[in-house]
């Protein structure tokens, strides 16, 4: 459905991207094509994978579905608390006051079922494009004399009582108040607060605008909040002062959430390698793991066969047939193959866009241009003292891996190292 809607730039800001669909959902039906991959990146049934999944990436945005409220609640409730990345609500039958709750649960966007496939990657471009940035201090709170809006609790305190306001008017109170002593025309409000969706506009803003001053105690003829301009829009008549949040406890929840995930995601790879009967299933094993927790869209072990100055594939994972069949015989150690380097030097080589260096590393570009694979962090492998093969991670966004999971993939190589030095058939 959406591969007709989706351009390469849209899937530049869409990308990575995880969905956490209940299984049997029309949600969970929800991808398109990403050049030679799917989007979205990782596909999840159950909510803690999601958690993880959306948790060890740069994920730019997490799509929510399912045929349950209780089941898309909690969803939203959990990943919520992993990152502060967009969350949308897609394909899923929803209430006013369900939408409602999940808006306050933590979603960021909630998709009517029935819109189309352009509207909805409109919203989802729309909805990442402007979340990149997370700011040491963000505005939360607009503060005008007796009242002050909360913006992340969406509340409203009227002389230190709260004042029960429903969404639309919430959000009307608050677009006003963010441009206070403005006059704003009627047209900007109805599509800043409704997005167009009501037929008519001025008629709904005029009556909003009604039982939003009855709320605040405000009058048409004396206004002490909101005024009218007649024939043009409505004014915020006291000057709002913007007031910070430190975020520096979401960020250090945020932490240890993605360290929990880490360390559970190793422990789950060490089981798994302790009973893996050789080398085959030691390389088949983390390669896997490595793609199925969401670390890489791809890697590959290879082993150094040095007497025959040949790099063979032993596993592989996320690459096509194709890629495997072209490689069948080995690759000869060459200067314009970048394992080379890894076993000349036994360290460590990151590139973030490898269609770039196609003069320095020929082979190896032109093996990722066509798996549609961009940034690559490769790792020796290492067996009693000597080189013995190496093990890559590959994205297909060009963007270099962080220098945190770079090290925690470095762990991961070490521990395949130690379970290759324990297998018969894993000496160098």
């Not at 915020?236 to 430190?246: C, I, M, N, T």
């Not at 020929?362 to 066509?370: D, E, F, K, L, N």
Request: aromatic share 6%; glycine share 8%; proline share 4%.
């Amino acid at each position: 459905m959406l591969d007709a809607v989706l351009k390469p730039r849209d899937l530049a800001v869409l990308t990575p991207a995880v969905l956490c669909a209940e299984p049997g959902s029309a949600a969970a039906t929800l991808t398109a094509r990403a050049g030679r991959d799917r989007w979205p990146t990782v596909v999840c049934h159950q909510v803690t994978s999601a958690v993880h999944a959306a948790s060890v990436r740069d994920t730019r945005l997490v799509l929510v579905g399912g045929n349950t409220f209780t089941w898309v609640h909690q969803a939203v409730r959990e990943l919520r608390l992993a990152g502060s990345f967009p969350i949308a609500l897609v394909a899923t039958d929803l209430s006013y006051d369900e939408g409602l709750a999940l808006l306050d649960r933590g979603a960021s966007l909630v998709i009517e079922r029935q819109a189309t496939a352009r509207e909805m990657a409109a919203r989802l471009t729309a909805l990442c494009r402007g979340s990149g940035a997370d700011d040491e201090v963000s505005v939360r709170w607009l503060h005008s004399g007796r009242m002050r809006l909360d913006l992340r609790a969406r509340r409203c305190l009227l002389d230190d009582e709260p004042v029960a306001l429903s969404q639309n008017e919430f959000d009307l109170l608050a677009f006003l108040m963010s441009h206070a002593l403005q006059v704003m025309p009627q047209q900007d409000i109805v599509q800043r607060v409704w997005g167009w969706r009501h037929g008519d506009g001025a008629n709904t803003l005029r009556i909003h605008v009604g039982r939003l001053r009855r709320k605040l105690g405000d009058t048409p003829t004396e206004p002490t909040w909101i005024g009218s301009v007649r024939g043009t829009g409505y004014q915020f008549l006291q000057p709002v002062a913007e007031l910070g949040d430190d975020r520096s406890d979401e960020r250090l929840r945020q932490s240890v959430s993605l360290l929990n995930a880490h360390a559970d995601a190793l422990g789950a790879l060490v089981d798994t390698l302790l009973a893996a009967p050789d080398v085959t299933s030691v390389a088949e094993s983390v390669v896997q793991w490595a793609v199925a927790r969401g670390f890489s869209d791809a890697a590959t072990v290879f082993r150094l066969d040095a007497a025959a100055a040949v790099s063979r594939l032993v596993a592989s994972a996320g690459m096509s047939a194709r890629w495997r069949q072209s490689i069948a015989t080995g690759h000869p150690v060459s200067a314009g193959f970048m394992g080379s380097q890894v076993y000349r030097s036994g360290e460590s080589v990151q590139l973030h866009d490898m269609s770039r260096l196609a003069r320095r590393f020929p082979v190896t570009a032109r093996m990722a241009s066509t798996e549609d694979l961009h940034a690559c962090l490769l790792f020796p492998i290492t067996v009693a003292g000597r080189v013995w093969g190496d093990l890559a991670f590959v994205s297909r966004t060009a963007r270099a891996f962080n220098p945190a999971r770079a090290a925690y993939l470095r762990t991961v190589a070490g521990v395949v190292s130690l379970a290759l030095a324990g297998r018969p058939d894993g000496d160098a």
